[in-house]
Antibody, heavy 117, light 110 residues
Framework: EVQLLESGGGLVQPGGSLRLSCAAS????????LSWVRQAPGKGLEWVSG????????YYSDSVRGRFTISSDNSKNTLYLQMNSLRAEDTAVYYC??????????WGQGTLVTVSS | QSVLTQPPSVSAAPGQKVTISCSGS????????VSWYQHLPGTAPKLLIY???KRPSGIPDRFSGSKSGTSATLGITGLQTGDEADYYC???????????FGGGTKLTVL
């Protein structure tokens, strides 16, 4: 059974940093593309960032490019999202998702990030 | 503003059928597969349809998907109160090199 468990969310001041983690199990981690998707309060799903299965390509939405960095540690089966220069509009529940053919087949339960002074 | 356009809400009575539209462009829906997701508040989104019209194992055939040109449609028949949720279309945008979702459609089963 595929399991994705996000952690690292919390309250951070504007301009601050946070690193999210997503611990994966139940599948061959190094073979799948993975993404981060967020949902701000009262808003819809927003794709944030993705990393290819070979871990040689990374992708970002315009709203986070230059501030967020996606990475992974295949030895730990863990996906990361380093978030710098955080803004109030980054407040959201962040989900990690396992991809297959540009579809998100499995999702974690999410971790809440709140950017506020 | 979402790259993909969905109606904010749809509603129908139990047992009836509803369709949810998703409109995009040649850089996303027009040249890539479309997926559909069901999202209940406080839970993880669930994949309902992949590659435009295929259902993952365990998804009932009450749910169907189709695509024509730069638009896609999710159909749900035999509506149940448990189908009340937010529904999102999603795909890849080749021009943006980014994933994109619709703004979401809230389904109410009256």
């Amino acid at each position: 059974e595929v399991q994705l468990l996000e952690s690292g969310g919390g309250l951070v001041q504007p301009g601050g940093s946070l690193r999210l983690s997503c611990a994966a199990s139940g599948f061959t981690f190094s073979r799948y593309s993975l993404s981060w998707v967020r949902q701000a309060p009262g808003k819809g799903l927003e794709w944030v960032s993705g990393i290819s299965g070979r871990r040689d390509n990374t992708y970002y939405s315009d709203s986070v490019r230059g501030r967020f960095t996606i990475s992974s540690d295949n030895s730990k089966n863990t996906l990361y999202l380093q978030m710098n220069s955080l803004r109030a509009e980054d407040t959201a529940v962040y989900y990690c998702a396992k991809e297959g053919g540009y579809s998100y087949w499995d999702w974690g339960q999410g971790t809440l990030v709140t950017v506020s002074s | 503003q979402s790259v993909l356009t969905q109606p904010p809400s749809v509603s129908a009575a139990p047992g009836q059928k509803v369709t949810i539209s998703c409109s995009g462009s040649s850089s996303n829906i027009g040249n890539n597969f479309v997926s559909w997701y069901q999202h209940l508040p406080g839970t993880a989104p669930k994949l309902l349809i992949y590659e435009n019209n295929k259902r993952p194992s365990g998804i009932p055939d009450r749910f169907s998907g189709s695509k024509s040109g730069t638009s896609a449609t999710l159909g749900i028949t035999g509506l149940q109160t448990g189908d009340e949720a937010d529904y999102y279309c999603g795909t890849w945008d080749s021009s943006l090199s980014a994933g994109v979702f619709g703004g979401g459609t809230k389904l109410t089963v009256l």
